[in-house]
């Protein structure tokens, strides 16, 4: 469960935006404040919380961090907060409609557990979190989701030169075969990430082709490390569906 999924309960659009110094999300207060409150003025909604609750007032200053968020403005400092600092908040406001937020904060940290008994399950957390990154720098260099997908392939096809994953994994065309992978496997993916993430921005690299190179570098770097560990990729099989993993600590 990513902090993405908090935004997907309510219908109304909370903006995130990529702390690099802590290197996680970070959601804009007003905006959870004015989903939870239904407040016409949730600057002011906000302003009277803090004055009501003595402790969220004091810790305001490690709760809430300014950072750039795109407005219709342009790019302005809007203050943040990480998961710990959208919980303070949540238990702040009296609103039934705080529930499914707690209820998604309860899975979180069960998730979080989980992820400490099942190392798989943290390897393609990583994986997934590197990848959104990666997509977020080349979408401003003129790539859009569609050419995004079309950079992981072009990456996968390197590291496993050539194999058809789909068919190799027996999996539908829809499914993602990141989620059958084991951990040496997700955990070199998420390097091969983020040295490409890296030169990106190092060389300033702009268009699919550009960057398409960029990555099938990164992904033959980590292949060729793999073989000379005898481990050749194509050959490792095909593990659980991380979500059924998932899914059955969750029953527990």
Not at 29 to 53: C, F, H, M, T, W
Not at 56 to 83: F, H, M, R
Not at 98 to 110: D, N, R, Y
Request: proline share 4%; net charge neutral.
């Amino acid at each position: 469960m990513y902090l993405m999924d908090l935004v997907e309960i309510f219908d109304k659009e909370i903006r995130r935006v990529w702390n690099e110094t802590s290197q996680e999300w970070f959601l804009v207060i007003v905006d959870v404040v004015a989903v939870l409150s239904e407040s016409k003025n949730p600057q002011g909604y906000l302003k009277d919380l803090r004055r009501r609750d003595p402790g969220l007032k004091e810790g305001w200053g490690q709760i809430a961090t300014p950072l750039y968020v795109e407005t219709s403005g342009g790019k302005q400092k809007i203050n943040c907060a990480d998961k710990e600092g959208i919980l303070r908040i949540i238990q702040a406001i009296p609103s039934k409609k705080a529930e499914p937020f707690k209820m998604w904060l309860a899975k979180v940290g069960s998730q979080a557990i989980d992820e400490k008994q099942n190392k798989r399950l943290a390897f393609h957390k990583k994986l997934k979190e590197t990848q959104e990154k990666f997509f977020l720098n080349i979408k401003e260099r003129g790539i859009d989701e569609a050419g995004f997908y079309r950079v992981v392939q072009a990456g996968d096809a390197m590291l496993f030169e050539g194999t058809d994953l789909h068919k190799k994994y027996k999996i539908d065309q829809g499914d993602d075969p990141d989620d059958y992978m084991d951990s040496i496997l997700l955990t070199g993916k998420t390097f091969a990430t983020e040295i490409s993430n890296h030169t990106v921005k190092q060389k300033d690299l702009e268009g699919e082709e550009a960057i398409k190179k960029e990555h099938e570098a990164s992904n033959q770097e980590i292949r060729n490390v793999l073989l000379n560990k005898n481990v050749k990729p194509e050959e490792l099989p095909p593990q659980e569906d991380i979500k059924k993993i998932g899914e059955k600590k969750l029953d527990k």
